[in-house]
């Protein structure tokens, strides 16, 4: 049965290779047809998970998915874009362990140039950072750790230029510009936060369809519990900020400072549609605080005000 017939017809999830869906193929995807949409895949962000619980609703063929520039969206003519981001510290960490001991991190070499500790690899971003040597053209095989460049990820995604090598090589600014990157997102048509994932579906399939997914009450545990995600981890070994000293976080810290603005307008931004769908439905789609969660109030305290 194809993939996408057993999304159609609601059968539970299966492993599936993630290269049979989480990325395509700039010269073979048909940007032709009638309302494309394009996923901006930044790393890390269950980008993978987001595409393949959404190809149902935004119909076949319809998302292309590529870990490039939010400015492909217009170069490839895209009628929608679509992302989804994440609480910055948690972000770094995962990016680490991706290409630190993930089995299908796609250059081998990072194995042997990523440092051993994580520790080591945000001081070594951080110092990078301060020096100002984190901008200019980039791919993951010219990175110090052939890794991500986790230097506000999600900022550098909304703000850098596409080269035509999509996937692989982007044009980062030499300043982060956080006005611009808050600009495209608040223009970007459909908007996920990592920390609330079903939540997110819910919109998203309900902004795609006009239809609400009978396991999007959050006030009823029998119909919330229907929601049979995607759980994409890429081998990843299992990992929790909570291991790591004050000095470490301070490092992330460091080099997320635009992210931090960016991830709080987008939760600000995210709570507020989630609101209006809740309100056109009359069900509760989000029952948890986001602001109270105790791993986001560093960034999310001035929305609890």
């Known amino acids: 049965v194809h993939l996408l017939q057993k999304l159609v017809a609601g059968t539970s999830h299966k492993p599936v290779d993630p290269f049979e869906y989480c990325w395509d193929d700039e010269e073979t995807f048909d940007f032709n047809q009638e309302g494309v949409i394009y996923l901006m895949h930044i790393p890390k962000t269950a980008a993978c998970s987001l595409k393949y619980d959404l190809m149902s609703a935004a119909g076949a063929g319809k998302i292309f998915s590529q870990e490039s520039c939010y400015s492909f969206g217009e170069r490839c003519h895209a009628s929608a874009v679509l992302t989804m981001l994440r609480n910055p510290r948690s972000h770094v960490l995962s990016q ?56 506000s990820l999600q900022t550098a995604r909304y703000t850098c230029q596409d080269t035509g090598d999509l996937g692989y090589t982007n ?47 959050c006030s009823n545990a029998t119909a919330w519990g229907l929601f049979n995600g995607m759980k994409e981890q890429h081998g990843s070994e299992p990992h929790s900020l909570s291991d790591y000293s004050e000095a470490v976080i301070a490092d992330i810290d460091a080099i997320t400072f635009a992210d931090r603005e960016l991830y709080r307008a987008a939760v600000e931004r995210f709570q507020g549609e989630v609101r209006d769908v809740e309100k056109q439905f009359g069900t509760k789609i989000l029952c948890k605080d986001l602001t109270s969660v105790p791993t986001l109030r560093y960034v999310l305290a001035p929305l609890a005000d």
């Open 171 to 217: 044009e980062f600014p030499e300043f982060l510009n956080v006005t611009e990157a808050v600009s495209n997102m608040m223009a970007t048509e459909y908007l996920g936060i990592d920390e609330a994932y079903q939540e997110s579906i819910c919109l998203l399939r309900t902004k795609l369809t006009g239809a609400l997914p009978a396991y999007c009450d």
């Open 96 to 151: 680490y362990y991706q290409c630190s001991t993930s089995i299908d991190w796609p250059v081998p070499k990072s194995m042997r140039t990523v440092p051993e500790r994580f520790d080591d690899y945000v001081h070594g971003w951080a110092k990078w950072r301060e020096a100002g040597n984190v901008s200019g053209t980039q791919s993951y095989w010219t990175d110090p750790f052939t890794c991500y460049c986790p230097v």
